[in-house]
């Protein structure tokens, strides 16, 4: 069961590269999500997708852009990286949008140097 | 003030032990409470939502205090696989709003 897949596990970037973080779900989920999580801090919503075909921001999405690229599938990129942007990303899907359980990818470990 | 607030702790506590701990929130529309359970670097996974009438689950126990605006969450007979950081997470204006979490700390 693999529930939610996201890659890579860890990245390291210098300030200014780009780099996509790949998503996906086997669920059949229409609702997608991108979380960053910082120390001290909650989760922090920075793009979701209600469905196949829309893109909504969230929080923070300062920075990032995302492609839901069909039902399964939801990437985030970041253009030209900052160390504002060292975190723990977090993919996570659902079928009941807000409303329901949410399912999270491992997460990925990202440093901007 | 942020909008939903927890204790980060650690709770150190014997195994056997009670524990609980709140999480406040502060719009009063908000419409759905849950908890979250997030083992060291690992992702989220929902341990319960929280019911107006409060549920309980095994030996877990959630409540929802609208009057005060908080959500509790109660554990009995702890368990050293019960260390974890808890997350409280509420829905307010259709949006999920995540605390920074709750360390707890089993000890044997």
């Known amino acids: 069961n693999a529930g939610v897949t996201q890659t890579p596990k860890f990245q390291v970037l210098k300030t200014g590269q780009s780099m996509t973080l790949q998503c996906a779900q086997d669920?059949?989920?229409?609702?997608m999500y991108w979380y960053r999580q910082d120390p001290g801090m909650g989760l922090r919503l920075i793009y979701y997708?209600?469905?196949?075909?829309?893109?909504d921001k969230g929080e923070v999405p300062n920075g990032y852009n995302v492609s839901r690229l069909n039902k399964r599938e939801f990437s985030l990129r970041l253009e030209s990286a900052a160390p504002s942007q060292t975190s723990v990303y977090f993919c996570?899907?659902?079928?009941?949008?807000?409303?329901?359980?949410?399912?999270f990818g491992e997460g990925s470990r990202l440093t901007v140097l | 003030r942020k909008e939903v607030e927890q204790d980060p702790g650690p709770f150190n506590v014997p195994e056997g032990a009670t524990v609980a701990f709140n999480c406040t929130y502060s719009?009063?529309?908000?419409?759905?409470f849950f908890w979250y359970r997030q083992d060291c670097r690992k992702e989220p996974k929902l341990l319960m939502s929280?019911?107006?009438?409060?549920n309980e689950d095994g030996r877990f126990t959630a409540q929802l205090n609208r009057a005060s605006q908080y959500i509790s969450l109660l554990i009995r007979d702890s368990k050293l696989s019960d260390s974890a950081t808890y997350l409280c997470?509420?829905?307010?204006?259709?949006?999920?709003?995540w605390g920074a979490g709750t360390k707890l700390i089993i000890k044997p």
């Open positions: 996570a899907s659902s079928e009941l949008g807000d409303t329901g359980e949410l399912f």
């Open positions: 719009n009063s529309a908000s419409q759905s």
């Open positions: 929280v019911y107006s009438s409060g």
């Open positions: 997708s209600a469905s196949e075909g829309t893109t």
């Open positions: 997470v509420v829905n307010s204006n259709y949006q999920l709003i």
């Open positions: 669920m059949n989920h229409n609702s």
